[in-house]
């Protein structure tokens, strides 16, 4: 029904920025929420981002005043804007989408972010 496809990811510097894109395939009238996931090597996956379709956006503790969520409707293309990059966000991060208000239900394979110090 959705797919997801990430892109965007590489290797920075601390103190650098990167930008990764979600594009959206399929039941894209349906949206309630999008987000942003990550993982890290020996740790659980967690939430980085989301962006409601009334436009509110939350943001972890550890990424708040440094990412931003935002979305290009006309495009089907969520977007993770990533500044001051720290090596502790090191990780695959993964986009998400939430149809229906029951749950994140459809994942994009995840695109590697390195972060060297």
């Known amino acids: 029904q959705v797919q997801l496809v990430e892109s965007g990811g590489g290797l920075v510097q601390a103190g650098g920025s990167l930008s990764l894109s979600c594009a959206v395939f399929g039941r894209t009238s349906e949206r309630f929420r999008m987000g942003w996931f990550r993982q890290a090597p020996g740790k659980e996956r967690e939430i980085v981002a989301s962006?409601?379709?009334?436009?509110?956006?939350s943001y972890s503790d550890s990424v708040k005043g440094r990412f931003t969520i935002s979305r290009d409707n006309a495009k089907n293309i969520v977007y993770l804007q990533m500044n001051s990059l720290k090596p502790e966000d090191t990780a695959v991060y993964y986009c998400?989408?939430?149809?229906w208000g029951r749950g994140y239900e459809y994942w994009g394979q995840g695109t590697q972010v390195t972060v060297s110090s």
């Open positions: 962006l409601w379709n009334s436009g509110l956006t």
């Open positions: 998400a989408a939430d149809l």
